[in-house]
């Protein structure tokens, strides 16, 4: 059964502050990682995606990622109250067309 | 463009009782996918339909039914609702260029 491990938090931040969000996952064959953003009541909303060892960065996000660990992380930079939401971590074994396996989430909440 | 589509945006229903949930894409997108959210268990996915004419289990799929009608649209059918099933069901669409899944607004059931 495959896994993908969250701290449900919440985890609080002040504003401007960096928000580091970490997930684990238990499958080695998995290929593409993904970070989803879900406000409240809201649907998940595609905040980056990673398929190689490495950080990989998109304005204030940078995806993190270690294969070797089995670990993917999110930092947020100048953290803003508009951040505070659920950030989910999901993984796809082989880049193939069965399936996201998520983890329940990080609440985030961003302190003004 | 739309996206991703949705109906009903809410149902209530009464154990026993039969509906079809509707999910359709307009991306042009060959997968589909239909997910659950509960709190505290994160997305879990029910079914999924790799191209026109395919469909497959996911995790949770007891008591769901699919049927992929052509490649816009793709339903989620409970044939006898039970308070277990009450949950808010996202469809979602896979793009091949990136490997990312776009989701739909949801849809929010309760079964009496």
């Known amino acids: 059964q495959k896994e993908v491990e969250q701290n449900s938090g919440p985890l609080s931040v002040p504003e401007g502050a960096i928000a580091s969000l970490n997930c684990t996952y238990s499958d080695r064959g998995s290929q593409s990682f993904f970070w989803y953003r879900q406000y409240s009541g809201k649907s998940p909303e595609l905040i980056m995606f990673i398929y190689s060892n490495g950080d990989k960065e998109d304005g204030r996000f940078t995806a993190q990622l270690n294969k070797a660990s089995q670990y993917v992380s999110l930092l947020i930079r100048d953290s803003q109250p508009s951040d505070s939401a659920t950030y989910l971590c999901a993984v796809n074994e082989g880049g193939g067309a069965d399936g996201l396996t998520f983890g329940k989430g990080t609440h985030l909440i961003i302190q003004p | 463009n739309a996206g991703v589509t949705q109906t009903p945006k809410f149902q209530v229903l009464k154990t026993g009782q039969s509906m079809t949930l509707q999910c359709a894409q307009d991306?042009?997108?060959?997968?589909m996918y239909w997910y659950r959210q509960d709190p505290g268990m994160g997305l879990r996915l029910i079914y999924y339909s790799a191209s026109e004419g395919t469909t497959d289990k996911g995790e949770v799929p007891n008591g769901y039914n699919v049927s992929r009608l052509n490649k816009r649209e793709f339903s989620l059918r409970l044939e006898s609702a039970a308070p277990s099933q009450t949950s808010v069901y996202f469809c979602?669409?896979?793009?091949?260029?990136?490997?990312?899944?776009?989701f739909g607004p949801g849809t929010r059931l309760t079964v009496l």
């Open positions: 979602a669409s896979r793009s091949q260029g990136p490997d990312t899944q776009y």
């Open positions: 991306m042009n997108h060959n997968s």
